[in-house]
Structures are given as structure tokens and as C-alpha cells.
Nanobody, 120 residues
Framework: QVQLVESGGGLVQAGGSLRLSCSAS????????MAWYRQAPGKQREPVAAITSGGSTSYADSVKGRFTISRDNARNTLYLQMNSLEAGDTAVYYC??????????????WGQGTLVTVSS
């Protein structure tokens, strides 16, 4: 069984920074693309940033220039550096990964989420 566990959320003032982490555990053959999503109160979950196994990245327009996604393949860990945070960034942030397990099944795995609250 593959699990993703996020950490690093919390309360921060507008203009501040946070770094989210997402660690994958279990018997993993390979992790393909990984991504961060977020869901604000009363809104649908939306993609924030994604990164391929080779390191190519993409971002939602709303976070370009402020957020940076990265990964450590040796540690099976995904990161999201969030700078210049705004009240509109308040949401539960979820990690997502496309994982090939040890028995070569491809799984779409979600973490449990970590809450980011930005005070204005």
C-alpha cells in the first residue's frame, strides 16, 4: 500500500512564506508525475503545480512567480515553496502522485491534506 503524507501547513501572515512537504511511503517501484492541489472552503479542488519525474514543472496562473514545486526522487518527497502568500491562498493543500507499485500496478494516490491559512 502506498501512502502520501503532507506536512508544513499552518497559519501565516499575508506576504509570508511556507514550505509544504509530501513524503511517499510503501513498496514503490517508481513515482511518475506529482502535483499539488488545493481546495478552499466552498470551492472545488484545483491544481496548483505539477512536476514530472524528469523535473519539468507547470503552475496555475494564480501562483506563477510565487510558488515553486520541486521533488527529491531519492527520498520520494515532493515540496512546494510558497512565497508572497495572499489571503486567497488559504486552502487545504493536497499532494497527488502517479505511482507504480512493486507489483507494477499504476496508482493515483492522494494525501490527507494540510491546511494553509493566510491572514490579511
Amino acid at each position: 500500500q502506498v501512502q502520501l503524507v503532507e506536512s508544513g501547513g499552518g497559519l501565516v501572515q499575508a506576504g509570508g512564506s511556507l514550505r509544504l512537504s509530501c513524503s511517499a511511503s510503501g513498496i514503490i517501484f517508481k513515482i511518475n508525475a506529482m502535483a499539488w492541489y488545493r481546495q478552499a472552503p466552498g470551492k472545488q479542488r484545483e491544481p496548483v503545480a505539477a512536476i514530472t519525474s524528469g523535473g519539468s514543472t507547470s503552475y496555475a496562473d494564480s501562483v506563477k512567480g510565487r510558488f515553486t514545486i520541486s521533488r527529491d526522487n531519492a527520498r520520494n518527497t515532493l515540496y512546494l515553496q510558497m512565497n508572497s502568500l495572499e489571503a486567497g491562498d488559504t486552502a487545504v493543500y493536497y499532494c497527488n502522485a502517479n505511482v507504480v507499485s512493486a507489483n507494477f500496478r499504476t496508482l493515483q494516490v492522494w494525501g490527507q491534506g494540510t491546511l494553509v491559512t493566510v491572514s490579511s
